[in-house]
């Protein structure tokens, strides 16, 4: 599958409030970093407009975007070079502007926000203009809970050293930037892991499927249903990795961001595939490309799935599982997701997960869900703390398995939450056999 659809810059994940001590990042107390990005904006921003004023073309294009209307006053504050809106609602504000500026904003809205990206940016002014009036309403339901028999033998065969394991490779490359040679040998390999794991399963396929604009590609995983396989039920994770201090270069384990959301899918495919899951509905994995430069991959494959009308019945996101920092084992949060789906997701946790659980917000969008809740499905993330509790070493050479001590423990409810929500949202024949195998009638008790 090749992207033609335009891309959607978004935050690219959970930013912390504050670094880990001895993280290998810049200090924002006294503000030089963001008076240095400032000034570093306003220049580039003169001399495009000096190359345009002579007749000449810039280096690349310019992008619409669409700001937060209550960021957009903190931004004219600090006077960084937005411009004027070219439109505008009670959510948002439309502005025009050059591709090369988009990596300073997005470094701007970092140290002023403690987010990355934090923007929506569309190629047609169309595009952006939509975004003003929010996201397209989702329909979804109703969710049900019957595959007891199936989902809870299951439960049991999820493995801390799986996981681990599948972290320890993905965090090996040096980082798995979406520009990067190693972040498109990242998702070869995942592509190749996944593929082995699901061979028993008759029809499953992977995918690598290429963007435009950018080398690394996404990798899905599409496990056919039976009966309803024209209903899709989507499970993914951003593969990529980003250390917010450098590009290609730089050093970024991502770890935990997001190489445990990561692991977590992947240990779920390797206990299913074990079990023989024949799912009822069509089941894809997805591991997205570009997320931490903007949910650029799952907007693109968003978007595709939207604009071909298929009917996605419900979304979830793993992005960051491997860190305990709050007292609760799993937050699921409250904003741009589904009400539904997210109330779902709780009772799934209270049914076979059987861990303390609470909500958390994280601000205008955060993570790949978004890019599913902004085209009309309904999506849910489970996360590993409150976002104030969150693992503060991401987008650092930080990030690593050490950081989270060492194990995967934190993130095994996840994989059981990821096995119920596959099995109970694509439904499977096995549950109804066992079911009828293991009632009182066909025991012969009474």
Request: with cysteine; net charge negative.
């Amino acid at each position: 599958m090749s992207s033609k659809i335009v891309s959607a810059v978004l935050l690219c994940a959970f930013v912390p409030a504050a670094f880990a001590a001895g993280a290998d990042a810049p200090s924002f107390d006294n503000g030089v970093e963001i008076t240095s990005i400032i000034k570093e904006a306003k220049l580039r921003a003169k001399e495009i407009a000096a190359v345009k004023a002579s007749g000449a073309k810039t280096k690349g294009t310019s992008q619409w975007i669409s700001l937060g209307a209550g960021d957009v006053s903190t931004l004219d504050a600090a006077t960084f070079p937005l411009g004027e809106p070219v439109a505008k609602s009670d959510r948002a504000m439309v502005f025009e502007m050059p591709d090369e500026l988009l990596p300073l904003l997005s470094k701007f809205m970092h140290s002023k926000f403690n987010r990355c990206g934090g923007f929506f940016a569309h190629r047609t002014r169309q595009g952006a203009e939509q975004d003003l009036a929010g996201p397209i309403k989702a329909t979804g339901g109703p969710y049900t809970i019957d595959q007891q028999s199936w989902v809870k033998p299951l439960l049991s065969n999820v493995k801390e050293a799986e996981v681990r394991s599948t972290i320890e490779s993905m965090a090996g490359y040096n980082n798995r930037y979406y520009t990067a040679d190693t972040g498109v040998a990242a998702a070869k390999w995942l592509a190749s892991r996944w593929q082995s794991l699901a061979a028993k399963i008759p029809g499953a396929k992977v995918d690598l499927v290429n963007h435009d604009g950018w080398a690394q590609p996404s990798v899905v995983l599409t496990i056919p249903g039976g009966d309803m396989a024209q209903e899709i039920v989507v499970l993914g994770g951003h593969l990529d990795s980003i250390n917010q201090w450098g590009g290609n270069e730089a050093r970024a384990p991502g770890a935990d961001d997001n190489a445990s959301g990561i692991a977590t899918l992947t240990e779920a495919i390797r206990v299913l595939a074990d079990a023989g899951f024949k799912p009822r509905r069509t089941v894809q994995f997805m591991g997205y490309a570009a997320e931490e430069v903007g949910l650029r991959g799952s907007a693109d494959i968003a978007a595709q799935y939207q604009k071909a009308g298929k009917k996605v019945v419900g979304v979830v996101q793993y992005d960051m599982t491997g860190f305990k920092g709050s007292s609760e084992d799993i937050f699921l949060l409250t904003d741009n997701v589904d009400a539904d789906l997210t109330q779902f997701m709780g009772k799934l946790i209270d049914e076979y997960v059987g861990v303390k659980w609470s909500t958390t917000e994280c601000g205008y969008a955060c993570s790949d869900h978004a890019s599913w809740t902004q085209n009309g499905y309904p999506s849910a993330l489970p996360f590993e703390a409150s976002f104030d509790g969150m693992n503060h070493a991401l987008h650092t050479e930080n990030d690593t398995l050490g950081t989270i001590g060492g194990s995967a423990e934190h993130a095994v409810p996840f994989v059981k939450l990821a096995i119920a929500f596959a099995s109970e949202l694509a439904k499977t024949p096995q549950a109804a056999r066992l079911a009828k195998a293991q009632s009182p009638a066909a025991s012969g008790s009474k």
